[in-house]
């Protein structure tokens, strides 16, 4: 069957192919970007949580490149203390139903993740990430701590309720993933590289 797709749909094989052969590995790539230095420790955040996401980031149009990659280790922040069992419940639910605050406060930094966190080092240099989100445009500001608000509270309401039902396997996946749907396609709208109407067909 997918091998049918491709061939009903030969310009993404095309595409695809093209993607393969010409690009470098994603951690390569970042001495390329026209970027200031801070945002350069961003992108090597970004390979460090995640080299998929980074080979394609990197190819997005660059109104929208440094506001993605930003929104990317913002959720991987918020994500890194929703996985880490080492953190007290009261405290983590604070923590996640704080976060879209925290982006808004230089300086700011988390160093109590536990020893087995393989993303302790996104958080303990947050500030680095705080500092470039506060330099992006207010309209992008707006939409990622939307997200990050409902995401983190979505997070905080199962940090103490458990998975029992579909539906509540639904929601639970709604906040930590389909959220990230909803970010994206707010943040495509207020560019201006996508119809505006974008941002408000949410069913899909």
């Known amino acids: 069957m997918g091998f049918l797709a491709w061939l009903l749909h030969p310009d993404e094989l ?28 961003c992108y090597d955040f970004l390979v460090q949580t995640s080299r998929s996401f980074a080979g394609v980031i990197q190819e997005l149009n660059p109104q929208l490149r440094d506001v993605i990659c930003l929104f990317y ?8 203390i929703e996985d880490d069992m080492s953190i007290p419940l ?32 996104l958080l ?41 039902m579909i539906n509540d396997y639904d929601m639970y996946c709604h906040y930590v993933a389909g959220l990230v749907g909803y970010g994206l396609s707010d943040l495509f709208a207020v560019s201006g590289l996508e119809d505006a109407s974008f941002r408000d067909i949410k069913d899909l």
């Open 124 to 164: 303990v240099n947050f500030d680095v990430i705080i500092d470039e989100f506060l330099k992006i445009d207010e309209k992008y500001q707006k939409v990622i701590a939307d997200i990050t608000y409902r995401m983190g509270h979505g997070m905080a309401e199962f940090t103490d309720k458990d998975v029992e």
């Open 14 to 41: 095309i595409a695809a192919f093209r993607y393969t052969m010409h690009n470098a590995p994603a951690s390569e790539n970042i001495d390329k970007l026209q970027v200031s230095a801070g945002m350069k420790r």
């Open 90 to 121: 009261g405290k983590k639910k604070s923590l996640l139903q704080n976060f879209h605050k925290f982006i808004f406060e230089p300086g700011w930094t988390f160093t109590e993740s536990g020893p087995e966190e393989k993303d302790a080092s």
């Open 73 to 80: 280790l913002i959720l991987r922040g918020l994500d890194t």
